[in-house]
């Protein structure tokens, strides 16, 4: 069960208990309701603003990115038949696409960083540069409700791609929104979890 899920079911739980519990007490409906409402908003639920991003190359990106998603490992498996049976052998792991939606200024700063990022993966002559010249450190923080930032992911990441574009006219306050896809260096030894 998701963390979401669990907080919403806390929820529900709480709104319907308080009530009928302060019934039993004798108070008025008015002084319930106000009750559950300052009980419910004890409850600490994610905001939009709860989670920071920092990538190397690009100071302040955090206030670009709308949201990131990632994740830890993929185990691969190679499938054995016995018989008519099979069974499942691990035979390794691969990393995880990270990928964050941003959006743009209106003179396109963040394209213009990561399309210098691309260059340094590939030259216009086909050849790879060394991991040097194109290796990023990426790291997400949880922003605690006194917004001190707690790391919760570092990862070593190749820059990948620039993904569709979008320009929207009922968005006023995007210009430009695109995702940014990384992929972890190796799966062994960079990533730090939480």
């Known amino acids: 069960m998701a963390v979401s899920d669990l907080l919403t079911q806390a929820a529900k739980s709480v709104a319907s208990a308080l009530p009928s519990f302060m019934m039993a007490t004798g108070l008025g409906e008015p002084v319930i309701g106000r009750l559950t409402s300052a009980a419910l908003n004890k409850i600490l639920f994610a905001q939009g603003w709860q989670f920071a991003v920092e990538v190397d190359g690009m100071a302040g990106i955090e206030f670009f990115v709308k949201d990131i998603t990632y994740g830890e490992y993929t185990i ?4 054995k038949r016995i018989g008519a ?10 990393a995880q696409p990270i990928t964050m939606m941003v959006r743009d200024t209106n003179q396109g700063l963040i394209r213009q960083w990561f399309r210098e990022c691309i260059r340094n993966v590939v030259n216009d002559d086909g050849t790879i540069n060394l991991p040097g ?8 923080y949880r ?7 707690i790391l919760d992911s570092e990862f070593t990441v190749i820059p990948t791609e620039m993904g569709a574009i979008t320009q929207s006219k009922d968005q006023v306050t995007e210009f430009l929104t695109f995702p940014l896809s990384f992929v972890q260096w190796k799966t062994f030894g960079d990533y730090i979890p939480l």
């Open 76 to 79: 691969e498996t190679e499938e």
């Open 143 to 149: 922003l605690e409700a006194t917004a001190v930032p």
């Open 133 to 140: 010249a194109y290796l990023m450190t990426l790291r997400v």
């Open 85 to 94: 049976n099979v069974f499942n052998m691990p035979v390794g792991r691969s």
